[in-house]
C-alpha cells in the first residue's frame, strides 16, 4: 500500500461520506434518517464501542510493572529523585499521568535525526523538533474548544462556561476587519488553528519520506475526516448559513429523547453532521482509541516501585528449574576437588570402587 | 493486576462527560424560541428581505451596512423588490423591531449570541 | 561468516524514502549476512525442552516450520493478548505518528524503514489487525491488515532479532508504546515454532545447566577467580580470599558471567574481589555461588518462562546458602528483570531480609521486598560515609566518560548512583551530549542477544550512535576512557569503540574503583590491574 493509493483510497471514502447526505437529504430528503436515526446509531456506537473495547483491554491484566523511568530513581536521601518521570507512587504517577494527557510531555521530547557524513565519518545531530508537538497539541486543544462551544446548540439554557469559551476564543474580534461583509459573526481562533493543525499533521505524512513510508490509510482517513468536518462547519458559519435556531431545536430534541426534524435547516448541516456521525462511529474501532488507551499505557501508569512494593501476576505459574540438587549432582566430584562444599557430601572411595 | 475499579470509574467519569447533554437537558425545559413581532412589523408583512435570509443571515447584512455607512457614507439599500431603505439599524430596523426582549433576545439567548450592537446603539424603550 | 564493511562504507546510509516506492506489505524481507544471526542449534534448545528444536538456516528457503506453525502462532498470539494488557494497548493505539522512527539506533545505523520502531511493532500489527479487529478483517490490506504468511514470519523474525530491547523509543511514544514489549512477545511467538539464534539459545542451555553462559563447569570456574586472586597479588601485594557456596554468609553476591569470563569485565570481577577483600574486616560477608553464578538473564531474550527459570536459581540459591540478601553486580538487562520482573516472578523472598549495609548501616528501603540491591548503590554508600579510602588520582591518566546502559537508565532509573561513584574515584570526568545519556541513553547496539559474531555488521550500525557521541567527547575533551555498568557494554564496546572511535578503551565501574582503592598493607602500586604502568610510574615500571 503505497501513499498514493491510501490518499486515493482515504479520500474516495470521506468523498462518499460527504455524498451520501448531500444525496440522502438534498434529493431524497430523508431529514429523519439523517436526522434522528443515524446521530442515535452513531451515538450508540461510540458510547458502547468505546465501553466494549476498554473492558476489553481491561479483561487482559498487567502481568508486570514495566513503567519507562525517565529520571533518576527514588534512592539513597542525599541522591535527588525524578519524582514525576520516574515516580515511586501513586502521587507521582498522577502528576506523570496529567502532565502526558495534559501537555503531551513524551512527545515534547521529540527530536530529529540530522545525520551527515563528512569526509568518510558519520556525523549525527540531534535537532530541535518541537512541531508535531505543537500541531498535535493544537490540534487536540482547538478540537476540544470547538466541541466545547458546540454545547450552545447541546444545551438549554446555555451553560456559562461556553459563553466564557466564545468570548475568549473570538478575543481577537476579527469580526472588525476592514472588508465589506465579511467577518461577522465573530471569527474563532480554533476554528483557524485546527484546520492549520490538522492540514500540517496530513502534510507531515506525505512530505516527510519516513512518515510516508508507515503511514497507511487508517491513518489519512480520519484526518480527511476532521477536514472536512472542519471544513463545512466554517462553510456553514461564514457563509453557506443555516438556521442555527432550528439547528438547536433539532439537537435539543435529540438530547431530550423527543426528536424534531424542524423543516428549513440547508443540506450543509446534514453533510455536517453526517460526517461527525461517521467520526464517532469509526472512533472505537480504530486507533483514535488512543483517547482512552494513553490512561491504560502500562509503561506510563506504573510506580518505578518493584523492588519495595511487590507486584502481583495474577497468571503466575509454576515453574521447574534447574536446581542445585541436579546441579550438585551433576558436577559433585569436580567441586569437591576444587574445595568447594557440597551438601550431599563426596562418594566414598567404596563407592567409588563399585562403579 | 487487573485495576478494574479504576478501569470502571474512569470509563464513567469518561462517558458522563460525553452524555452531559443527555442528563443537563432532562432537566430543563428547553422550550424552543418564539420571537415576536410587534405590530408594526406584523403590519408592514416584508422586511429588507426574505425571512429565510434574515433569519440565517441578518447580521451580514448588517456588518455590510455598518462598512459602507461608516466608512463609504451608502446611506440608502436597494432590496430585491426594488424598494429603498434608509440603512440605519436604529431608524430603520429597530423603528419595526422595537421589542429587544421579545425579538432579538429570544434567538440569541437562546444561542448564547452576544451582539455588541447595543455596546453604541441605545435599544429602544420597551412599552411595559 | 560475513566480512564486516569498513566503517566508510557502513557510514553511507539513507534514511530517506523514494517517493513513489511500492508500501511496505508488498515487500519481503531480505535476510542479509552480517545482519542476521545463525539459528538455534538442536542441542540448545533441546536442552531446556524448547519446542521444535531442528538444524535450520535463516538465509535457506525452507525454514522447516512445524506443519501447524500458524495456528500455533495464532493461538500464541491471542494467548498473550490474553495475559499481557501492554500488548492489547500497544496493537490497538499505535496512531503511526513517527516520532520514534529517527530514535532507534538500528535506524539510525542501517536507514533500513523497518528498523523504525512503529514498523517493527507494525509488522505484528498488520498480522493482529487482519485477525483481531472488524477493519483488518473486512479491507485488508485496506484496513492495515496482513495475511500471515511464511514470508511474513520471516520479516517478523528477521526484524525481532534486530531490537535490543533498549526502550528508547517508548521514552518518546507520546502513549509510551514500548517496542521492547513487541519485541519480547514476538520473540515468544517464534519460540513457539522453533525459531531460535543460536547466540541466545546457547547460553540459555549454559546457563541452566552450569549456572553460566559459556558453560564453565563449578572448577574451572573456581580456577578462573583463583587466577584473578594472583593477578590482583602481583599488582597489589595483597591476596583477597573469596569463597564460594558458603553457608551461613550473610549476602550473597551475583553478577554476570561475562564479569568472569571476558576482557575487560574481568577487571571489574578483580575489583568486586578487591572491595569485598577490603571491606571484609569492616564486617562484610559475602560469598560467590558456582551454581547461581550468571546474573545476566537470557532467557528473558527467549520468553519470559525462561527468563523466570533462570532467574529462579538466585532465590533457590539464596534460599539454600541461609543468607540475608542479594548483592548483584554492574549488569543491564540483569537489572530490569531484577528491578522490574524477580519479585513478581519467583518472590515473595520472605525467606531474605531487607537489606542493610553492615558497613555503614544503611538501610536500603527500596529494595526491601525484592531484597536484592545493585552493587553500585551499596559503594555509593559507603563512599558518602567515607568508608573507603580512595586514590582518585591513580586514575589521572584516564579521562573517562559514563556510558548508561539502555536497561538501568530506562528499565530502573539508576542514573546518580553510578556517576557519584565514578567523580569519587577519577578525577577527569566528563559527560556526553545530554541526548545520548540518562534517559536518553543509546544502546550499544549488541544487547538482548544480539553479541554474536556473525551480525558484526548489524552491531556496528547499532552502536554507532553512542560511538557517534563518545567520538564527540573522545576529540572535544581527549576522553580515551569509556565507562559503564553492563557485561554486555564490556563485552562489545572494545570492538564497537575499535570500528568508529578507535584509541578508546572501556572499564567496569569497578575495576576503578579498585584502583583507586588503598588496601591496607598493599605495597606500592605501580601499574593498574591491566598491568598498565599508573600515572608518575612510568620511569619505575622501566626498571
Known sequence: MNFVLSLVFSSLAVLVVVLIPWIGVGALNLKILFGVVIPYAALATFIVGIIVRVLDWGRSPVPYRIPTTAGQMWSFPWIKSNPIDNPKGTGGVVVRMLFEVLTFRSLFRNTRLEYSKVDGVPRINYEWEKWLWLAALLFHYSFLVIFLRHFRFFMEPVPGFVTLLESLDGFLQMGAAPFNGFGL?????????????????????????????????????????????????????????????KVKELVIGIFKFSPVVPDGIGVIFYIHLFILCVLITYFPFSKLMHFAGIFLSPTRNLSNNNRFVRHVNPWNYPVKFHTYEEYEDEFRDAMIEVGLPVDKGAKTAEEGEKE | MYDGGKIIVGLIIGIGLFLSPFIYNAGTAAKPPDPQLTKKAKEAKVCVAPKAYMRESHFKMLDEWRHTVVRDGERYYKAADGKIYYKSLQVTCLDCHSDKTKFCDQCHNYLSVNPYCWDCHIAPEEKK | MADTPKATEVATIDHYRPLFEQGWMNKKAEIKPGIYCYGAKPKNTNAVGMPFPKDWNPTEDDWHLPENWKSIFKEGLKDRLDKFRSLKIFMDICVRCGACADKCHFFIGSGDPKNMPVMRAELLRSIYRKEHTIGGKLLGKFGGGRELTEDALKEMWYYFYQCTECRRCSLFCPYGIDTAEVTILGRELTNLIGLNIDWIAGP???????????????????????????????????????????????????????????????????????????????????????????????????????????????????????????????????????????????????????????????????????????????????????????????????????????????????????????????????????????????????????????????????????????????????????????????????????????????????????????????????TNLRGEPLPGMEEEEDV
Open chain 1, 185 to 245: 459573526p465573530g471569527v474563532y481562533l480554533t476554528d483557524m488553528l485546527l484546520m492549520a493543525a490538522v492540514t500540517w499533521l496530513l502534510l507531515r505524512r506525505i512530505l516527510y519520506s519516513q512518515i510516508r513510508y508507515l503511514s497507511l490509510p487508517a491513518d489519512y482517513f480520519p484526518l480527511l475526516l476532521i477536514l472536512s468536518l472542519g471544513t463545512t462547519g466554517i462553510l456553514m458559519r461564514y457563509l453557506l448559513r443555516v438556521d442555527i435556531t
Open chain 3, 204 to 526: 540459555v542451555a549454559n546457563c541452566n545447566r552450569t549456572g553460566n553462559h559459556l558453560g564453565i563447569q563449578p572448577h574451572a570456574y573456581v580456577g578462573m577467580i583463583d587466577f584473578f586472586v594472583d593477578e590482583i597479588e602481583d599488582v597489589t601485594g595483597v591476596r583477597v580470599e573469596p569463597d564460594f557456596n558458603r553457608k551461613g554468609a550473610e549476602i550473597l553476591f551475583v553478577t554476570p558471567s561475562g564479569d568472569v569470563f571476558a576482557d575487560p569485565g574481568t577487571y571489574t570481577a578483580m575489583g568486586y574481589l578487591m572491595l569485598f577483600h577490603y571491606l571484609k574486616d569492616m564486617g562484610l560477608d559475602i560469598t560467590w555461588s558456582t551454581y547461581a553464578s550468571e546474573g545476566g538473564n537470557f532467557g528473558f531474550f527467549t520468553s519470559h518462562e525462561m527468563a523466570k527459570r533462570l532467574n529462579a536459581k538466585m532465590y533457590h540459591e539464596a534460599k539454600r546458602l541461609g543468607v540475608k540478601y542479594i548483592i548483584g553486580g554492574e549488569c543491564g538487562h540483569m537489572w530490569r528483570v531484577l528491578n522490574q520482573y524477580m519479585d513478581t516472578w519467583n518472590g515473595p523472598a520472605d525467606f531474605l531480609e531487607a537489606p542493610v549495609s553492615p558497613i555503614t548501616g544503611t538501610v536500603f528501603e527500596n529494595a526491601k521486598t525484592t531484597k536484592m540491591i545493585h552493587l553500585v548503590e551499596f559503594t555509593a554508600d559507603l563512599i558518602k560515609h567515607n568508608k573507603l579510602k580512595l586514590d582518585p588520582s591513580r586514575n589521572d591518566n584516564l579521562k573517562v566518560t559514563f556510558h548508561d546502559s539502555c536497561n538501568t537508565a530506562r528499565g530502573m532509573g539508576f542514573l546518580e548512583e553510578p556517576r557519584y561513584v565514578l567523580k569519587s574515584v577519577c578525577n577527569n570526568f566528563y559527560e556526553m551530549p545530554p541526548e545520548t545519556i540518562r534517559e536518553q541513553t543509546f544502546c550499544c547496539g549488541s544487547g538482548s542477544g544480539l553479541n554474536a559474531g556473525e551480525d558484526m555488521e548489524l552491531r556496528m550500525r547499532g552502536g554507532l550512535p553512542r560511538a557517534n557521541a563518545v567520538k564527540y567527547v573522545h576529540e572535544k575533551h581527549g576522553v580515551n576512557m569509556l565507562a559503564c555498568i553492563c557485561a554486555i557494554d564490556r563485552a562489545v564496546f572494545p570492538e564497537l569503540m575499535d570500528y568508529w572511535v578507535p584509541g578508546m578503551d572501556v572499564t567496569g565501574l569497578h575495576e576503578m574503583v579498585a584502583n583507586a582503592l588503598v588496601l591496607d598493607g598493599e605495597k606500592k602500586r605501580t
